[in-house]
């Protein structure tokens, strides 16, 4: 079994930035893979960008990359998204995530954290 708490978001400017935490717990963490995810209302839930705990090679959606940075904290069992260059189609719940060894779909969800950035 796998917790995930989200923590950080909040109301930013265009062109500004927030990060978002996601503090984990789990007996068999370090081998699953995390995820960031959006979800706008009326639309499908987005993937936003990946990270594992055993290496240090995020990857991300075409949309964010060059404005988002995935990153994990080993020792505080936390992920993070460090969001810059904020749009305001950045506007979601986001949600963090964990996808076990050999899975293709995320298992693990947290309760989510709004993202509302003003023009």
């Known amino acids: 079994q796998v917790q995930l708490v989200e923590s950080g978001g909040g109301l930013a400017q265009a062109g500004g930035s927030l990060t978002l935490s996601c503090a984990a717990s789990g007996r068999t963490l370090w081998t699953y893979t995390m995820g960031w995810f959006r979800e706008v209302p009326g639309k499908q839930r987005e993937f936003v960008a990946g990270i594992r705990w055993s290496t240090d090679s995020p990857y991300y959606t075409d949309s964010v990359k060059g404005r988002f940075t995935a990153s994990r904290d080993n020792a505080k069992s936390t992920v993070y998204l460090q969001m810059n260059s904020l749009k305001p189609e950045d506007t979601a719940v986001y949600y963090c995530?964990?996808?076990?060894?050999?899975?293709?779909?995320?298992?693990?969800w947290g309760q989510g954290t709004q993202v509302t950035v003003s023009s």
């Open positions: 995530a964990a996808k076990r060894p050999g899975d293709h779909d995320y298992l693990y």
